[in-house]
């Protein structure tokens, strides 16, 4: 590994996902709310590692295998406590629509990132690439929206908070941008994951012919 300050980054992204979870699973307002700021750092650092290694001309292999596993990390540590504590009380569920974050929406989010990782796995040991599309960077931003208003939403719920404060038109309003967030980001995940099936399969194709 080349230690630069991009790869730097990106290795602590790595680091600070089961952070995130272990934070979430602890009981306390206090926990949650670091959460939300562990979210928030490591959410930033992926914007910012690969702006530097771009600018700075340090683009690695290191960079390239690690940082897109950093992400996957970081939207597993956060989705999975997210569905197991809005579905443990009433004090965490109550989102508007969906009550909790669904099974459904974790399998869609998780089996988005696994499917496409593996067809690009596949194509590269058959020696073609398989670009990443404007489509799945549109799908993160809301991704990452979404997750860092679920964690607002849990951290503001958490049990010991006044049923009158919980309950304000500001927690409501997390609740909603949250609920609306989730829808957007599954839309575009699946949006995402077809333009992906579909490059996936013009390289087969071009591969057959040439």
């Known amino acids: 590994m080349t230690w630069n300050l991009p790869n730097v980054i990106t290795t602590a992204r790595v680091v600070l996902a089961p952070l995130l979870a272990y934070l979430l699973f602890e009981s306390s307002t206090l926990a ?18 690969g702006y530097l290694a771009r600018r700075r001309r340090e683009i690695t292999d290191y960079g390239k295998l690690v940082d897109p596993v950093a ?51 596949v194509a590269a040991r058959r020696g073609r690439i398989v670009a990443a599309l404007k489509s799945g960077k549109y799908k993160a931003f809301v991704q990452n929206l979404f997750l860092g208003g679920a964690l607002v939403w849990v951290a503001l719920r958490t049990g010991g908070l006044p049923t009158s404060w919980s309950e304000a038109p500001g927690v409501a309003a997390v609740g909603w941008f949250t609920a609306i967030s989730l829808t957007g980001a599954l839309l575009l995940t699946l949006g995402s994951l077809a333009e992906y099936l579909v490059a996936f399969a013009r390289v087969l194709e071009r591969r057959r012919a040439s």
């Not at 989705?79 to 929406?105: F, K, N």
């Open 71 to 121: 992400d996957k990390l970081l939207l597993a540590a956060a989705l999975i406590p997210l569905y197991v504590l809005t579905r443990r009380g009433p004090e965490l569920a109550g989102l508007p629509v969906y009550g909790s974050v669904p099974l459904w929406a974790v399998l869609v989010l998780l089996g988005r990132e696994t499917l496409v990782t593996v067809l690009r796995s």
């Open 32 to 49: 949650r709310a670091a959460a939300c700021g562990v979210f928030l750092v490591a959410a930033v650092s992926d914007l910012w590692d």
